[in-house]
Protein backbone atom coordinates (compact mmCIF):
# COMPACT_ATOMS: atom_id res chain seq x y z
CA UNK A 1 0.00 0.00 0.00
CA UNK A 2 1.53 3.41 -1.05
CA UNK A 3 -0.68 6.72 0.15
CA UNK A 4 0.93 9.48 -0.73
CA UNK A 5 -0.49 12.76 0.18
CA UNK A 6 1.31 16.39 -1.93
CA UNK A 7 1.22 19.39 -0.27
CA UNK A 8 3.09 22.44 -1.73
CA UNK A 9 1.79 25.69 -3.16
CA UNK A 10 0.24 26.43 -6.93
CA UNK A 11 2.30 26.10 -9.33
CA UNK A 12 4.78 23.74 -7.89
CA UNK A 13 4.20 20.68 -10.36
CA UNK A 14 1.91 18.84 -7.92
CA UNK A 15 -0.52 17.99 -10.76
CA UNK A 16 2.75 16.84 -13.16
CA UNK A 17 4.15 14.87 -10.58
CA UNK A 18 1.40 13.65 -8.93
CA UNK A 19 0.40 11.91 -12.49
CA UNK A 20 3.72 10.68 -12.88
CA UNK A 21 4.06 8.99 -9.32
CA UNK A 22 0.44 7.34 -10.26
CA UNK A 23 1.70 6.05 -13.11
CA UNK A 24 4.72 4.64 -12.25
CA UNK A 25 2.87 3.08 -8.93
CA UNK A 26 -0.15 1.77 -10.79
CA UNK A 27 -2.57 3.61 -8.47
CA UNK A 28 -4.60 6.57 -9.09
CA UNK A 29 -3.97 10.45 -8.80
CA UNK A 30 -6.91 11.41 -6.91
CA UNK A 31 -6.73 15.19 -7.34
CA UNK A 32 -9.52 17.38 -6.04
CA UNK A 33 -8.68 20.46 -8.47
CA UNK A 34 -9.63 18.17 -11.55
CA UNK A 35 -12.36 16.34 -9.50
CA UNK A 36 -13.86 19.91 -9.38
CA UNK A 37 -12.84 20.91 -12.58
CA UNK A 38 -14.67 17.62 -14.44
CA UNK A 39 -17.63 18.86 -12.15
CA UNK A 40 -17.81 21.95 -13.68
CA UNK A 41 -17.56 20.90 -17.43
CA UNK A 42 -20.27 17.98 -16.88
CA UNK A 43 -22.88 21.04 -15.89
CA UNK A 44 -23.07 18.93 -12.90
CA UNK A 45 -25.41 20.21 -9.39
CA UNK A 46 -22.00 19.72 -7.61
CA UNK A 47 -20.46 21.84 -10.78
CA UNK A 48 -22.89 24.49 -10.34
CA UNK A 49 -22.42 25.19 -6.68
CA UNK A 50 -18.65 25.53 -7.14
CA UNK A 51 -18.20 27.47 -10.19
CA UNK A 52 -18.65 30.78 -8.57
CA UNK A 53 -16.43 29.67 -6.26
CA UNK A 54 -13.29 28.01 -8.48
CA UNK A 55 -13.31 31.05 -11.27
CA UNK A 56 -12.88 33.53 -7.94
CA UNK A 57 -9.99 31.15 -6.73
CA UNK A 58 -11.50 30.83 -3.24
CA UNK A 59 -11.81 27.94 -1.43
CA UNK A 60 -15.05 25.31 -1.79
CA UNK A 61 -16.44 25.12 1.56
CA UNK A 62 -14.99 22.17 3.75
CA UNK A 63 -18.43 19.88 4.13
CA UNK A 64 -18.30 19.65 0.51
CA UNK A 65 -14.62 18.49 -0.03
CA UNK A 66 -14.44 16.19 2.87
CA UNK A 67 -17.76 14.54 1.14
CA UNK A 68 -15.88 13.88 -1.92
CA UNK A 69 -12.90 12.75 -1.13
CA UNK A 70 -14.65 10.42 1.59
CA UNK A 71 -16.46 8.87 -1.58
CA UNK A 72 -13.24 9.04 -3.92
CA UNK A 73 -11.62 7.28 -1.22
CA UNK A 74 -14.33 4.79 -0.80
CA UNK A 75 -14.07 3.34 -4.44
CA UNK A 76 -12.06 -0.17 -5.07
CA UNK A 77 -9.13 1.19 -7.18
CA UNK A 78 -7.49 3.32 -4.51
CA UNK A 79 -7.35 -0.47 -2.32
CA UNK A 80 -3.30 -0.46 -3.08
CA UNK A 81 -2.96 3.21 -2.46
CA UNK A 82 -3.97 6.44 -3.69
CA UNK A 83 -1.68 10.01 -4.75
CA UNK A 84 -3.72 12.69 -3.07
CA UNK A 85 -3.38 16.44 -4.46
CA UNK A 86 -4.93 19.02 -3.75
CA UNK A 87 -6.57 17.88 -0.34
CA UNK A 88 -6.40 18.26 2.71
CA UNK A 89 -6.24 22.45 2.21
CA UNK A 90 -7.77 23.78 5.62
CA UNK A 91 -6.91 22.65 9.42
CA UNK A 92 -10.39 21.45 8.98
CA UNK A 93 -10.09 19.02 6.13
CA UNK A 94 -6.66 17.87 7.52
CA UNK A 95 -8.44 16.98 10.79
CA UNK A 96 -11.15 15.05 8.69
CA UNK A 97 -8.53 13.13 6.60
CA UNK A 98 -6.70 12.02 9.59
CA UNK A 99 -10.11 10.69 10.89
CA UNK A 100 -11.48 9.25 7.95
CA UNK A 101 -7.63 6.97 6.91
CA UNK A 102 -7.72 5.89 10.87
CA UNK A 103 -11.38 4.34 10.28
CA UNK A 104 -10.29 3.26 7.15
CA UNK A 105 -6.90 1.94 8.57
CA UNK A 106 -4.96 3.70 5.37
CA UNK A 107 -2.43 5.54 7.00
CA UNK A 108 -0.38 7.78 5.03
CA UNK A 109 3.07 6.31 3.46
CA UNK A 110 4.80 10.14 3.62
CA UNK A 111 3.47 13.70 2.83
CA UNK A 112 5.77 15.57 0.40
CA UNK A 113 6.29 19.13 0.60
CA UNK A 114 6.82 20.91 -2.96
CA UNK A 115 9.25 23.91 -1.96
CA UNK A 116 9.03 26.60 -4.41
CA UNK A 117 9.97 30.32 -3.85
CA UNK A 118 6.95 32.63 -4.12
CA UNK A 119 7.88 34.29 -7.62
CA UNK A 120 8.67 31.55 -9.16
CA UNK A 121 5.35 29.91 -8.42
CA UNK A 122 3.62 32.96 -9.62
CA UNK A 123 5.37 32.81 -12.88
CA UNK A 124 4.98 28.89 -13.28
CA UNK A 125 0.84 30.13 -13.08
CA UNK A 126 1.12 33.22 -15.37
CA UNK A 127 2.55 30.48 -18.13
CA UNK A 128 0.07 27.96 -17.64
CA UNK A 129 -2.75 31.22 -17.88
CA UNK A 130 -1.33 31.44 -21.49
CA UNK A 131 -0.90 28.04 -22.50
CA UNK A 132 -3.81 26.33 -20.60
CA UNK A 133 -6.35 29.42 -20.24
CA UNK A 134 -7.56 27.91 -16.89
CA UNK A 135 -10.56 29.71 -15.62
CA UNK A 136 -8.78 30.76 -11.80
CA UNK A 137 -5.64 31.61 -13.85
CA UNK A 138 -6.27 35.25 -13.91
CA UNK A 139 -4.10 37.84 -11.77
CA UNK A 140 -6.41 38.43 -9.29
CA UNK A 141 -7.34 34.65 -8.80
CA UNK A 142 -3.99 33.63 -8.56
CA UNK A 143 -3.75 36.30 -6.20
CA UNK A 144 -6.47 34.88 -3.82
CA UNK A 145 -4.94 31.57 -4.37
CA UNK A 146 -1.55 31.87 -3.34
CA UNK A 147 -3.16 34.24 -0.42
CA UNK A 148 -5.60 31.31 0.71
CA UNK A 149 -2.73 28.85 0.17
CA UNK A 150 -0.30 30.69 3.09
CA UNK A 151 -3.37 31.34 5.41
CA UNK A 152 -5.63 27.97 5.25
CA UNK A 153 -3.09 25.65 3.97
CA UNK A 154 0.97 26.14 4.44
CA UNK A 155 -0.06 25.61 8.22
CA UNK A 156 -0.33 22.01 7.50
CA UNK A 157 2.90 21.76 6.59
CA UNK A 158 3.90 21.86 10.60
CA UNK A 159 0.81 19.34 11.05
CA UNK A 160 2.50 16.99 9.26
CA UNK A 161 5.87 17.37 10.07
CA UNK A 162 4.68 16.74 13.79
CA UNK A 163 3.82 13.23 12.84
CA UNK A 164 7.29 12.34 11.46
CA UNK A 165 6.39 11.40 7.81
CA UNK A 166 6.97 14.65 6.22
CA UNK A 167 9.76 14.89 3.01
CA UNK A 168 10.72 18.33 1.61
CA UNK A 169 11.04 17.76 -2.71
CA UNK A 170 12.53 21.25 -3.71
CA UNK A 171 10.30 21.44 -6.52
CA UNK A 172 12.14 24.22 -8.81
CA UNK A 173 13.79 22.01 -10.93
CA UNK A 174 13.62 19.91 -14.22
CA UNK A 175 10.41 17.64 -13.73
CA UNK A 176 13.02 14.43 -13.98
CA UNK A 177 15.01 15.84 -11.44
CA UNK A 178 12.35 16.13 -8.78
CA UNK A 179 10.70 13.15 -10.03
CA UNK A 180 13.61 11.02 -9.38
CA UNK A 181 13.96 12.80 -5.74
CA UNK A 182 10.14 11.63 -5.07
CA UNK A 183 10.89 7.91 -5.88
CA UNK A 184 13.70 7.72 -3.73
CA UNK A 185 11.66 9.71 -0.69
CA UNK A 186 9.26 7.21 -1.82
CA UNK A 187 11.74 3.93 -1.62
CA UNK A 188 13.08 5.29 1.84
CA UNK A 189 9.77 5.73 3.13
CA UNK A 190 8.18 2.09 2.06
CA UNK A 191 11.70 0.57 3.75
CA UNK A 192 10.60 2.82 6.95
P1 LIG B 1 -6.23 23.11 -7.81
O1 LIG B 1 -6.35 22.58 -9.20
O2 LIG B 1 -5.82 22.07 -6.79
O3 LIG B 1 -5.38 24.34 -7.73
O4 LIG B 1 -7.71 23.55 -7.37
C1 LIG B 1 -8.43 24.50 -8.11
C2 LIG B 1 -9.55 25.09 -7.28
O5 LIG B 1 -10.45 24.07 -6.86
C3 LIG B 1 -9.15 25.79 -5.99
O6 LIG B 1 -8.71 27.11 -6.20
C4 LIG B 1 -10.45 25.73 -5.20
O7 LIG B 1 -11.40 26.66 -5.70
C5 LIG B 1 -10.95 24.34 -5.55
N1 LIG B 1 -10.43 23.30 -4.64
C6 LIG B 1 -9.66 22.24 -4.99
N2 LIG B 1 -9.37 21.48 -3.92
C7 LIG B 1 -9.97 22.08 -2.86
C8 LIG B 1 -10.04 21.80 -1.47
N3 LIG B 1 -9.41 20.73 -0.93
N4 LIG B 1 -10.75 22.65 -0.69
C9 LIG B 1 -11.37 23.72 -1.19
N5 LIG B 1 -11.35 24.05 -2.49
C10 LIG B 1 -10.66 23.24 -3.33
Same mark, same amino acid.
Given at each position: ?????????????????????????????????????????????????? #????? $??????? =???? @?? +? *?? /? %??????????????????????????????????????????????????? #????? $??????? =???? @?? +? *?? /? %????????????????????????????PVAEVFG????????????
Amino acid at each position: MLNVLLLGPQGAGKGTQGKLVAAEHGIPHVATGDMLRAAIADGSELGRQV #RPLYD $AGRLVPD =DLMI @EL +I *RD /R %LAREDTAEGFVLDGFPRTPAQAAALDELLDEIGRPLTVVLEFQLPEEVAIE #RLRRR $AEDEGRA =DDTP @EA +I *RT /R %LRLYHEETEPLIEHYRARGNLVGVRADRPVAEVFGDIQQALEQAAVR
